[in-house]
C-alpha cells in the first residue's frame, strides 16, 4: 500500500513538472522515443516521454519499471490515475 501511495504521489508531483529534461539515448526503439531523464531519487530514476501528446512518467530501478498514465473524463471533471508495473528477469 505504502508503494501504491508513493507512485500516486510522485505521479501528481511530475504532473507538474513542465521543465525540460535531460535527454536519455534510446536504444532499440522502434517508435524513437525522445525520453528524458528527470530526476533520481533514492537510486530510483524517474523518466518522461511524449506518446500522442500525452505526457508518459515512468521509473526504473532493479528490474522493475513502474508507469503511470493519467486520463481526463470531461464528463466528471475528474482524472483517473492508471499504474502499470512490470518485472523484468534478469538485467
Known sequence: ????????????????????????????SVDKFKVEKLFVVDSITVYRFYDNGNAIYFTNRKGRVDATHSEYNPVTHTYNDEVNETLCEGD
Do not use: E, N, P, Y
Open 1 to 28: 500500500m505504502k508503494k501504491v501511495i508513493m507512485i500516486i504521489a510522485v505521479a501528481a508531483i511530475l504532473v507538474g513538472c513542465k521543465g525540460k529534461g535531460t535527454r536519455v539515448q534510446i536504444s532499440d
